[in-house]
C-alpha cells in the first residue's frame, strides 16, 4: 500500500486477463463471475485488465462473463508474456487507480509475476485459494486457504493493507453468463517497455505434447501416489489408463519424486478435476489433493491402509495393496474383454 493513502481510498475489484495466443485461459472467466459477486456485496465495479492488444476483441466475451470495464495496455514493443513488463505495468496502474481486490489465475504466468507484484505494492498475496468471500462492511477480503498440513482451512485477510490479492487455481470457481448485456467500457493505454534492457526475457513458448497429459479434460483418471512407490510401477497406472481409455494423474509427492511430470499433477497447488471416474492408487487423501478432485462424479480408492483419508470422500473402497491389486484388476479387465 502506498504510504498516506488509506484503506478507503481503494475501490473495485480487478481481475488480471491471462491470453494464449488464440483464446482468454478459462481461470479469467471464472475469476470473473467470482469477482462479480464480490463488486455486488461492495456496490462497485469489475474491471478486466488485459495486457496485450486485445482489449476490443476479447470485450464483448470479457463482458457477458461479468466485467464491467476493460482496462486494455498495449506495448509495441512485447509480444508475449514478460515478467517485468507485468509487474511494471500493474504496479503503475494500481497506484494511480487504487482497486480494492486483485485476483489473478494460479496458473504457471500467475505464481510468476503475483507474488512481485504484490511486493512491490506492498501488500499481502494470498496464494491458490479455495474460496473467496467478502465482509460487506469493511471490504475484507475472506481468503480460503487450506494450512497446517490440510489440518485447519483457514480465512486469511489483509486488513492493513490495499489493494487485497489473491490467486486461484483454474477448475476452483464456475464461470457465470450475464443474462441481461449491459455496456462495457473498454479503456486503451498505450506504454512504453523496453524488454531488451530487463534481465529476464521470454525467449520462446513452447506447447507441451498436450495429447496424452492434459489431465484437465478426461473423463477417466487414474491417479497414484507416494504409494506407488517408484517411477516403474507408475507404469501400471499408464497400463490401467490404456485399458479403460482414462489418463494418468498424480499427487503432489508423486510429482515432486519425477514419477510424473508436474503438469499431471492434481490438487490445490495442481490442476482441479471433474472427471466421471477417479481411480486413487496409493494416495492418503490430504486436503491439498482432494480438493482438486473431490467433486469427481464417482471415486475408487485403493489404500492398504484402512484408515487413510481418501476412503472418507471415496465412493467405492478397496482397502489392498495396490501392487497387487492393480495387476490384478487389469487381468480381470482382460479376461472380461475377451471372454
Ligand atoms: C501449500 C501446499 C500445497 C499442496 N498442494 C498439493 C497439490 O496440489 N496436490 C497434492 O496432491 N498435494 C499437495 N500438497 C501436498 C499434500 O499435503 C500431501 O503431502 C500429498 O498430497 C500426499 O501425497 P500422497 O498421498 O501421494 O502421499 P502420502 O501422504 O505419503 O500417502 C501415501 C499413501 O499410500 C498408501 N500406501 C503406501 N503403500 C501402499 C501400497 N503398497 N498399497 C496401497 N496403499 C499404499 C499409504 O497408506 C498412504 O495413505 C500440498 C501441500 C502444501 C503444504
Redesign the pocket.
Known amino acids: 500500500m502506498q504510504p498516506n493513502a488509506k484503506l478507503e481510498d481503494y475501490s473495485g475489484v480487478w481481475v488480471v486477463v491471462e491470453r494464449s495466443e488464440s483464446e482468454i485461459d478459462p481461470v479469467v472467466l471464472e475469476l470473473l463471475g467470482k469477482a462479480w459477486d464480490l463488486a455486488k456485496k461492495r456496490n462497485t465495479s469489475v474491471t478486466a485488465v488485459i495486457l496485450g492488444k486485445h482489449a476490443d476483441q476479447e470485450s464483448k466475451k470479457l463482458g457477458i462473463h461479468g466485467a464491467d470495464n476493460i482496462l486494455g495496455v498495449h506495448c509495441p514493443d512485447v509480444q508475449d508474456y514478460e515478467q517485468e513488463f507485468y509487474t511494471r505495468v500493474l504496479t503503475e496502474l494500481v497506484h494511480e487507480r487504487k482497486p480494492e481486490i486483485i485476483l489473478i489465475g494460479a496458473t504457471p504466468q500467475g505464481r510468476d509475476y503475483a507474488p512481485r507484484l504484490s511486493k512491490r505494492l506492498n501488500t499481502g498475496l494470498t496464494a491458490?485459494c479455495t474460496g473467496l468471500d467478502i465482509e460487506e462492511t469493511t471490504g475484507n477480503l475472506l481468503q480460503e486457504c487450506p494450512t497446517y498440513?490440510?489440518n485447519i482451512m483457514a480465512i486469511i485477510q489483509t486488513v492493513s493493507s490495499r489493494p487485497q490479492m489473491a490467486t486461484v487455481a483454474r477448475g476452483v470457481f464456475k464461470p457465470k453468463i450475464r443474462t441481461k448485456a449491459s455496456k462495457v467500457k473498454v479503456e486503451k493505454i498505450t506504454y512504453c517497455f523496453d524488454a531488451t534492457r530487463e534481465r529476464a526475457s521470454t525467449v520462446d513458448i513452447i506447447e507441451q505434447d498436450g495429447e496424452t497429459r492434459d489431465v484437465r479434460d478426461a473423463e477417466i483418471l487414474v491417479a497414484g501416489?507416494?504409494?506407488m512407490?517408484s517411477s516403474e510401477n507408475f507404469g501400471l497406472l499408464e497400463e490401467l489408463a490404456r485399458e479403460i481409455g482414462g489418463k494418468v494423474a498424480g499427487?503432489?509427492?508423486?510429482c515432486d519424486l519425477g514419477w510424473i511430470e508436474k503438469n499431471c499433477?492434481?490438487?490445490?497447488?495442481?490442476h482441479v478435476v471433474k472427471p466421471r471416474l477417479y481411480i486413487a492408487c496409493?494416495?492418503?487423501?490430504?486436503i491439498?489433493?482432494t480438493i482438486?478432485m473431490q467433486d469427481s462424479e464417482h471415486i475408487i480408492a485403493?489404500?492398504?491402509?484402512p484408515e487413510?483419508r481418501i476412503f472418507s470422500i471415496a465412493d467405492t473402497c478397496i482397502v489392498?495393496?495396490?501392487?497387487e491389486f492393480i495387476p490384478a484388476f487389469i487381468n480381470a479387465i482382460k479376461r472380461f474383454r475377451n471372454s
Open positions: 491458490d498440513g490440510g501416489g507416494r504409494g512407490e499427487t503432489r509427492s508423486a499433477q492434481v490438487g490445490q497447488t495442481g496409493g494416495i492418503s487423501g490430504a491439498q489433493h482438486g485403493i489404500n492398504k491402509d487413510a489392498a495393496d495396490v501392487l
